[in-house]
Nanobody, 127 residues
Framework: QVQLVESGGGLVQAGGSLRLSCAAS????????MGWFRQNPGKEREFVAA????????YYADSVKGRFTISRDNAKNTVALQMDSLKPEDTAVYYC????????????????????WGQGAQVTVSS
């Protein structure tokens, strides 16, 4: 089981930036795919971005492409989501997720594929 601890949420004005971080426990981080999802009350959880264990592959939802960047530091067991040009519709609770894949290339983009989740970080973008 991987423990995930998120940090970096907050309140920002539209057009601003925030950076979310997720620290993971365990010794197999470089073989673990990481994803970011978001959810608002009463709505389904939405894919935001994902990165493979080796960082070879990254994927983004169309709604955030060009504005958000996912990255990872395997030496520190961390993954980050840099969010720029934020919009009010980006407001949500953001969740970090992990899946041990055993390789550096597989990059799941569906929430049910991930089996470890962080506690969530609130991101609020005011207009």
């Amino acid at each position: 089981q991987v423990q995930l601890v998120e940090s970096g949420g907050g309140l920002v004005q539209a057009g601003g930036s925030l950076r979310l971080s997720c620290a993971a426990s365990g010794r197999t981080f470089s073989s673990t795919a990481m994803g970011w999802f978001r959810q608002n009350p009463g709505k389904e959880r939405e894919f935001v971005a994902a990165i493979s264990g080796s960082a070879l592959n990254t994927y983004y939802a169309d709604s955030v492409k060009g504005r958000f960047t996912i990255s990872r530091d395997n030496a520190k067991n961390t993954v980050a989501l840099q969010m720029d040009s934020l919009k009010p519709e980006d407001t949500a609770v953001y969740y970090c997720a992990a899946l041990f894949t055993g390789n550096g290339w597989y990059t799941p983009r569906l929430d049910y594929e991930y089996d470890n989740w962080g506690q969530g970080a609130q991101v609020t973008v005011s207009s």
